[in-house]
């Protein structure tokens, strides 16, 4: 296939991609109104109903104008050979391979992040704080930015200079050794991301002895669950929104509580939302979801290899002579609509594994508390009572809170 040919699918499936992306978050927003299920009646009084009308009419009409930006920054940066500049002043510094993809990716990297940080700004203190949700400080603000670029830069650069590497000396089998790579760092992540990763951003702390950390101990027992790590984090600090979540597996499972859930929801709401996060465990989802990740991902390095050395991927971002680099960003766009796809796979087993956890949570801890403290966190975040079918089957990697009230119902 010639660099012309090539040229024109990738603005094709940006194009596609943002349009059908516009057509169902237009579906969704003209649901916003629809009436409130009967049995969701009590999640909102007139006023929260009306106040959550609003915040998500706002983040739809923020959603455009952001969404819109990005497509025509990324579409002007291809027309007008952006990547052939950034891979100009790449090369100016240095001829190595790794280096040259380093640099590259870096300065890609900051300028979307100084070109998006405005728009992150106006969410977080305008948005966000408008409807009561921001504890964020300018302060916590970009200190986060500064982590994360951080961590970018450490983390993702340490990996694409490996990947580089493997390219240099295995050439088109490289991707058995990334493949390998990514597998063990996924791992490896997935283990110690509470203890090397959260600390970097969060606090967390041992759950105190008292009756909350009594009857989750005594619940787990009742499964047969050995639970002797149980934190709280303090997400407060950046927000109202609460959550709770399971990491790692083996001697180094966790259950992490936000201090904003524990705040918000009754001792036993706390019990069964554990509960349900138990029922991951004991269901295998964890091993589950890592697993299918990384096949996807070896399927991904596999046809990459195919792919990235071919000079006509880098000729049709305007770049004469091939890397790795521009191949690789070139493979990302053509590969968008198989991403798609996998994507709808991933949500539809993610929808799937939320039913069994909250049958699990029912069958062993009862369906009344898990109920009353889904209402409350939806109340909470003023979420969406009656979201398209469509868009939920496209983004949602949860079933809506009216089909889990359904399951949870179901038998009772």
Known sequence: MNPETIFYIIIAIIVIDFIIDKILDTLNA???DDPVPQELSDVYDKEENEKSQCYKKERYRFGIITSTFSVLLTLGFIL???????????????????LVALIFFGIIMIGSDILTTPFSWYSTFVIEEKYGFNKTTKKTFFLDKIKGLLMMAI???????????FYQFAGNDFWWYAWILVAVFSIFLNM??????VPIF??????????LRTKIET?????GFTLDNIFIIDGSKRSTKANAYFSGFGKEKRITLFDTLVKDLEEEEIVAVLAHEVGHYKKNHIIVNLGASILTTGFTLW?????????????ALGVD???????????GILYSPISEVTGLLMNYLSRKFEYQADDYAKQTYGAGPLISSLKKLTKNTLSNLTPHKAYVFMHYSHPTLLQRFRNLKRGL
Do not use: C, M
């Not at 969060?202 to 009756?211: A, D, F, T, V």
């Not at 290899?305 to 071919?310: M, P, Q, R, T």
């Open 202 to 211: 969060n606090k967390q702390s041992p759950l105190e002895e008292g009756s």
């Open 155 to 165: 983390l993702g650069g340490g990996i694409l200079a490996l990947i580089v590497w």
């Open 80 to 98: 007008f050979d952006g990547f052939a500049w950034v891979d100009d002043i790449a090369r100016n510094f240095t001829d190595n391979a790794i």
């Open 219 to 223: 619940y787990a027992e009742s499964v």
């Open 321 to 331: 002579e091939p890397s790795f680099h521009i191949g690789l960003i070139a493979f």
């Open 192 to 197: 110690f991301y509470a203890k090397l990763i």
């Open 30 to 32: 003209k649901h916003f």
């Open 303 to 315: 046809l990459l290899s195919l792919f990235v050395g071919s000079p006509a991927l880098s000729q």
